[in-house]
């Protein structure tokens, strides 16, 4: 077939093809996302013509059942939601440098431990340089195959001789499809090299990793598309300088998107920490005003986490609000709401919160544990010790409920937490379950049921 080229012009960000150039994507409202590419013209027809599909009554399918196996890295095992399902293509993300290559030669080692065959088809490092990381790791098995190849069709057509259980291509930007114009990493690569994986893993029913680096901005560089394409996409978090890192699900088709894995990155690679509250609390700390804890849910797991805020009078002439580890709007609201709702004068201070240990919190659970903290450090008055907090607060100061809150109480209560202040919701709610958790306590065990912000910002001991 004659395989001559066309032009075409495909966002970036969304994958969406034009017939010209554009400042803004039309679909997706990203600016300056659109470049030129050269296509094969069969390529680009494939995606316009079909054949007729075949169509099968609902109650007809056969199921096939889903089979999962365990990588031997329990935090990842729980975040693909209980083991990797055969035959899923699992995109991990995340900054460079994070440690995803460390993650997946663990998880290939467990794997080769248990006698499944793997390959690690990487572009991003010397065979040399694998071993030496493997042998740090203590991940030297002859059930992992290793190869340096970047065209894509000789990894598949290695993959399909070797016939590995597990493959895993480290990086997508890396690969390529020699068929194709364009070098490696430009988005119909990317889109062009995901599909024949895809087709790859499905029809040989390998389960399939691919790493893919993360731009600036945090998106996942190269097309949306590739989100669209894969059964799972995880993402690992973490400050490259904090020991800490967290692997989230964005996206799985064969588990609960909630979960969360957590790590410390350590000599000899990535180890688990089932316990993470225990982590990101510091023991040893003295009561410090400014400090408050609250018990934050991912996914099925309470985690206790600590607040910081700090108060400063401010030599700016509109005072600074910064929050790291969560959200700053949201952060800048909620001081709005102290100081309207509850008498906290706010406007000459400059003020900073950082949730502790590089951790991200997206939960509205933890505004009143923040409102705790922020008074604390205005006022100079640390807060009781033992205490944690949860609840949103609402834009006229009052706290609303939140899910799960019994699981939080006991959590703390585990951890050994006497005193939780919590939406008076939750407790009407909760209040017989609760009232049991109290009388099963024997040390002193208090909750506290908060109807509005108000109640924690002057707490005395
Ligand atoms: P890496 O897995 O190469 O990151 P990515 O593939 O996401 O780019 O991890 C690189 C970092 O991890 C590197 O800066 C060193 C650190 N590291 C350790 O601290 N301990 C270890 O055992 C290993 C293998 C890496
Ligand atoms: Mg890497």
Not at 110 to 115: M, S, T
Not at 118 to 130: F, K, N, R
Not at 255 to 267: L, R, Y
Not at 321 to 327: E, I
Request: charged share 20%.
């Amino acid at each position: 077939m004659k395989n001559s080229l066309k032009q075409i012009f495909i966002c970036t960000s969304c994958g969406s093809v034009h017939p010209k150039w554009l400042g803004k994507c039309p679909d997706c409202d990203a600016w300056n996302s659109i470049h030129e590419e050269t296509v094969s013209k069969s390529q680009h027809q494939n995606y316009q013509q079909g054949q007729k599909a075949e169509v099968v009554p609902l109650p007809k399918i056969l199921e096939k059942e889903e089979k999962r196996i365990f990588c031997g890295v329990p935090e990842l095992d729980r975040v693909l939601g209980g083991g990797l399902v055969t035959g899923s293509l699992v995109l991990l993300s995340g900054d460079p440098g994070i440690g995803k290559s460390t993650l997946l030669l663990q998880a290939l080692n467990g794997l080769a431990q248990r006698g499944f065959k793997v390959l690690y088809a990487s572009g991003e490092e010397s065979c040399t340089q694998i071993k030496l990381r493997a042998e740090r790791l203590g991940s030297l098995n002859m059930n992992i195959l290793v190869t340096n190849e970047t065209n894509i069709l000789s990894i598949l057509e290695a993959a399909k001789q070797t016939r590995p259980h597990v493959l895993v291509i480290d990086s997508i930007q890396t690969v390529y499809n020699p068929e194709l114009p364009g070098s490696p990493g430009n988005v119909s690569q990317i889109r062009e090299c995901a599909n024949l994986i895809m087709q790859t893993a499905k029809s040989q029913n390998i389960s399939t990793f691919v790493i893919g680096h993360v731009t600036k901005d945090g998106a996942i560089a190269g097309p949306k598309v590739l989100e669209h394409l894969v059964d799972t996409v995880m993402h690992l978090e973490g400050d490259t300088s904090s020991g800490y890192r967290i692997l989230r699900a964005n996206k799985n088709r064969f588990g609960s998107t909630g979960e969360i894995g957590v790590f410390a990155m350590q000599g000899h690679g990535l180890v688990d920490i089932p316990n993470p509250s225990a982590v990101f609390l510091d023991e040893n700390k003295k009561d410090c005003e400014g400090a408050a804890i609250s018990v934050s849910m991912e996914g099925t797991r309470p985690i206790l986490i600590e607040v910081q805020v700090l108060v400063g009078k401010t030599s700016f002439a509109s005072p600074r609000r910064l929050a790291t580890g969560f959200d700053t709007n949201r952060f800048t609201i909620l001081l709005a709401v102290l100081e309207k709702r509850a008498g906290l004068y706010l406007s000459n201070v400059d003020v900073y919160a950082n949730v502790t240990g590089g951790f991200k919190i997206y939960e509205t659970a933890i505004d009143l544990a923040t409102a705790a903290a922020v008074a604390s450090s205005l006022f100079g008055k640390p807060l009781p010790s033992k205490t944690a907090f949860f609840g949103e607060v609402g834009l006229s100061g009052e706290v609303r409920m939140v899910s799960h809150a019994l699981t939080r109480i006991q959590e703390a209560q585990k951890l050994g937490f006497e005193k939780i202040y919590i939406p008076l919701r939750n407790y009407q709610i909760e209040k017989e379950h609760i009232i049991k958790l109290i009388e099963k306590q024997e040390r002193p065990f208090f909750i506290i049921p908060i109807e509005n912000v108000n109640e924690v910002v002057r707490i005395e001991h």
